[in-house]
Structure formats: structure tokens, C-alpha cells
């Protein structure tokens, strides 16, 4: 249900209320266009040391936009004038690792111990790319971007450990260095490509059966090309089984206040 | 003393070996040439989280080299073959923040609640201006390079908070941009420069009197630059007098494996 009253070109404060107000209730993929998105990932004050450090060490699938003081749900660097409870189109909420909820706000969820992580999303560099001329076909199929569970192990710290998650875009063999420069100037939304070429060397053996989202055909000419995904922090912070844990749902990401070319 | 054995070509392993076994005993400047050079910041666990968010929202005078598991004097990332408890030459011990000793190893101070952070050190970008051919001063004085607390304040994280400290360089007017361009490669050595001109506009009111290390002449032609300097997490961490606290002496830094160049 797309609001008439919020046009293409609005910008983050409006679109988060419109998105507060209930207006905006879907995806986020090219709203406020020239601004960052974020994954939220939101966890007790008593994983956030571990989880902190895991981000720190893993920095390619885990990008740290902005971390919340405990118990605020107010994103001092990336938004100051947001609130992460109703901000954000749609949530989901896990307890002890099961998905239990999934509700457009998380006002009735929200605790005093709670800590608050943004962290980089593959919008930024799609944008780019895009821009800088470089197809990219889920985009143009409408279809989301696929991603598996790769072989390579992420830097452990304290209580979370687990594979790299990457997502897969075909690019044209010319445009491959290209592609690879452009995303490497994000640092703080993945970076660079971890790799291009046979996906049997991260251990994937199937291009068609993807773990998330949806198969993308790789045409002649065309290398499939793998960046580390934002779902690795979830999927692994997922496994401690927290009592209480939340992220946004897939799609319906965070629109932050920082224009992507601060994001270098 | 330096030790007659150790030649300046030594790599990171054969420097730690001389400090570790006590031949040498002084600063490391100019040590294992085309490798990162770190600060070292030891912690208690319980101010670990808040610490470690400083330096997140403090990138330039914070950036994070490696950050080891509680208990655990081995930096994983930066020298696994290392023991940050004797491979620095010389210590400093704060009890409840005042200075206690400056021991040459600290096997005797270490606990198992205890975090070692290593973070990045002018060393290396000052290494790639000279290397570019941008004189330093300080360095062919042989001085302390100086520096200043300014008017501006970090963004604070639980526990810790306080104003940013920078080094000066004096740079060649026509050298200035070039200065600029080459640091800003070397986002986890304090990157670009956070002002380049007037004292005045970082609160600094006397060139000639620094906080820490010794004044530095600029000259005619000449442009005062400032760089966040690596002082700045120590001050902030020992504000909040911690009841151990221990750190580097200054100039007898950590030296890594990892390669300056991989460090950008």
C-alpha cells in the first residue's frame, strides 16, 4: 500500500513519517534516493560487547552505521530525529530464535537494556553501480537479490561465530573491475566484491537454488560475482538464541539522514 | 640500548623476539620497516563495551587495529605469534588513573578479565609522507611531534567522553593537499588531517606551548596541520580511573604483522 501523499523525491525525515504515521507500510528500495539505508539488528546490553566485536572484526559482511546507548532507540550519528521503534515499515521479532511476531511497530517490545545496531546495506553500492552504468538484473526483474551460506568462516568473538552470508549479482565480463572499484569506495556498505568467478570456491554448489531470496539467471558473458551480505550478522546473531531479539524485515530497511557519498 | 643483533631490516617477528627477550629496550620508530606500528590500551571487561563503542564513534583518533578476547594477551588479528604482555618494550601501569610503574613487560599485571586494543599509529602515515616526499619536522629534529586537547569534543559512549587531541605537522603551503591526499589512505592511522590552518578554530591559542611533546617551528610558507592523535583514547579512557589501566609508554609501540599497505 503505496501512499499517494509521499512522492519519489522525499526525503528521509519525511519518508520515516510517513512510515511512522502508518502510511507507509512496504519496502524501502528506492525511497529518499542519495541516502543510506541500514539493517537494524537490536539486542539485550548483555550481547552487545560480543556483537559490537563481531561487527568490528567482520567488517565486510557487518558494516556499522551507528550503535544506539543503551536503552535509546534514538540513532544519535544517523538520524538523530528518528525513533528505530516505529520508524521502520515492518519488523520481525525472534524469541529464543523463533521468528514470533512481525509488526509495523515495536513500541510494546522495546526494554531498558535494549541496544540498537544500524549496519550497511547492499542498497548503497546497487545505487551506485546502477548509476555508474552497470546493470544489475534482480533489480530489473523485480526479483530479490539471491544469497548463500558460504564455506568461509567469519572472526569469531565471544558468543558468536558462524559462516559468511553472500549475495550474488551477475555482471558482464567487461564491467566485472568496474563493478569491483565502485563497491570497493563503501566500505561502510560491504565493500568490495569477496569474490568473482566459480562459486564452488566459497563452497556453493548449486547457482540455482539459492539459501535466500531468488535464483538470477548468469548469462554467456557474464561472471557471477559475490559480495558479503548483511543477513550474516542476523543469521549469526540468531544462533545465541537470545530471549529477546529484533531486526527490520527483509526489504523494509531503516532510511538514515546520511547522504551516500558520506559513506565513502 | 639498542642491541647490536637487531638490524633495521628485521621484520615484525624478529623486533618482537629482541623486545621480548629484553635486548631491546627503547622506542620503536623506524622499527620492521612497511609495517603498522599500533597504540595499546588494556581494559577490565566491564569497561570493554564502552570503550570499544568510543573508538566505533571515534574512528579518526580511534581506529581499531585489533581488539583481543578477554583473558587473552594474543592479537589474533594483527600478530597471532605474538604476547602483548612482553613484545612492547615499556609499559605504563595506572592504578585508579594515576601512574604506578613503567615496567618492560606486565606478565605480572594481567588478569583474566583483561582487553587488549591495539589502535593505529601516526607512524605509518608519517612513513608514507616522507616516503612521497613530505619532510616532517619533528622527525628530522628528532623531537616529540606536539600536540594540543582542542575545543572539540568526541562523541561519547557510556563511560567515556572527552575532547579530541591532535598532533601538528607543519606542511610546505604547496604541499598541504598532497599531505591531505596520502593520510586520507590510511583511514585506520587517523586518516586525513581534521583541520589544516588557524590554531584558533581548534581552541589551540599558542603554538609554541603543547600539551604533550615538543613545540615545532612553522615556518614561512608553511601551514600548521592537524591530525587526530592517538593520545586522544588514552586520555579518555583514564578520565574514567579505572582501578588498572595500562597502556604503552609513548614511542614504545606494538609492532604487528600487517603490512602499512594493507592497512588503507
Redesign the interface.
Not at 187 to 199: E, K, L, M
Not at 228 to 233: E, L, R
Not at 236 to 244: I, T
Given at each position: 500500500m503505496q501512499s499517494p501523499t509521499l512522492s519519489l523525491g522525499a526525503g528521509p525525515d519525511a519518508v520515516r513519517a510517513a512510515i511512522r504515521s502508518g502510511e507507509w507500510t512496504t519496502q524501502t528500495s528506492g525511497l529518499a534516493p542519495g541516502y543510506t539505508q541500514a539493517n537494524l539488528v537490536i539486542l539485550p546490553?548483555e550481547l552487545?560487547?560480543d556483537f559490537?566485536?563481531f561487527c568490528?572484526?567482520n567488517p565486510k559482511p557487518c558494516p556499522?552505521i551507528d550503535?544506539t546507548?543503551?536503552g535509546s532507540p534514538v540513532p544519535?550519528?544517523a538520524a538523530p530525529g528518528a525513533d528505530l521503534r516505529n520508524d521502520l515499515p515492518r519488523y520481525r521479532v525472534y524469541e529464543y530464535g523463533e521468528l514470533v511476531e512481525e509488526p509495523t511497530d515495536i513500541l510494546h517490545r522495546w526494554r531498558d537494556d535494549m541496544v540498537a545496531f544500524l549496519l550497511g546495506c547492499s542498497f548503497t553500492f546497487e545505487h551506485a553501480l546502477v548509476e555508474a552504468g552497470v546493470p544489475l538484473r534482480h533489480l530489473e526483474c523485480g526479483t530479490g537479490v539471491p544469497m548463500w551460506i558460504t564455506n568461509r568462516a567469519c572472526?569469531p568473538?565471544?558468543a558468536f561465530s558462524g559462516p559468511l552470508v553472500v549475495s550474488m549479482r551477475p555482471i558482464r565480463e567487461d564491467q566485472v573491475d568496474r563493478a569491483s572499484d565502485i563497491s570497493a569506495r563503501y566500505?561502510r556498505a560491504h565493500g568490495a566484491p569477496v569474490h568473482a568467478g566459480d562459486p564452488a570456491a566459497l563452497g556453493i554448489t548449486d547457482l540455482a537454488i539459492p539459501d535466500w531470496g531468488d535464483p538470477t539467471e548468469v548469462r554467456d558473458g557474464e561472471i557471477p560475482v559475490f559480495w558479503a551480505c548483511g543477513v550474516t550478522p542476523q543469521a549469526v546473531a540468531l544462533q545465541s538464541k537470545p530471549p529477546l531479539f529484533i531486526t527490520h524485515s527483509p526489504g523494509h530497511m531503516f532510511v538514515t539522514d546520511v547522504p551516500i557519498g558520506q559513506l565513502v
Amino acid at each position: 500500500m503505496q501512499s499517494p501523499t509521499l512522492s519519489l523525491g522525499a526525503g528521509p525525515d519525511a519518508v520515516r513519517a510517513a512510515i511512522r504515521s502508518g502510511e507507509w507500510t512496504t519496502q524501502t528500495s528506492g525511497l529518499a534516493p542519495g541516502y543510506t539505508q541500514a539493517n537494524l539488528v537490536i539486542l539485550p546490553r548483555e550481547l552487545a560487547y560480543d556483537f559490537l566485536l563481531f561487527c568490528v572484526r567482520n567488517p565486510k559482511p557487518c558494516p556499522i552505521i551507528d550503535v544506539t546507548d543503551v536503552g535509546s532507540p534514538v540513532p544519535q550519528q544517523a538520524a538523530p530525529g528518528a525513533d528505530l521503534r516505529n520508524d521502520l515499515p515492518r519488523y520481525r521479532v525472534y524469541e529464543y530464535g523463533e521468528l514470533v511476531e512481525e509488526p509495523t511497530d515495536i513500541l510494546h517490545r522495546w526494554r531498558d537494556d535494549m541496544v540498537a545496531f544500524l549496519l550497511g546495506c547492499s542498497f548503497t553500492f546497487e545505487h551506485a553501480l546502477v548509476e555508474a552504468g552497470v546493470p544489475l538484473r534482480h533489480l530489473e526483474c523485480g526479483t530479490g537479490v539471491p544469497m548463500w551460506i558460504t564455506n568461509r568462516a567469519c572472526v569469531p568473538a565471544g558468543a558468536f561465530s558462524g559462516p559468511l552470508v553472500v549475495s550474488m549479482r551477475p555482471i558482464r565480463e567487461d564491467q566485472v573491475d568496474r563493478a569491483s572499484d565502485i563497491s570497493a569506495r563503501y566500505a561502510r556498505a560491504h565493500g568490495a566484491p569477496v569474490h568473482a568467478g566459480d562459486p564452488a570456491a566459497l563452497g556453493i554448489t548449486d547457482l540455482a537454488i539459492p539459501d535466500w531470496g531468488d535464483p538470477t539467471e548468469v548469462r554467456d558473458g557474464e561472471i557471477p560475482v559475490f559480495w558479503a551480505c548483511g543477513v550474516t550478522p542476523q543469521a549469526v546473531a540468531l544462533q545465541s538464541k537470545p530471549p529477546l531479539f529484533i531486526t527490520h524485515s527483509p526489504g523494509h530497511m531503516f532510511v538514515t539522514d546520511v547522504p551516500i557519498g558520506q559513506l565513502v
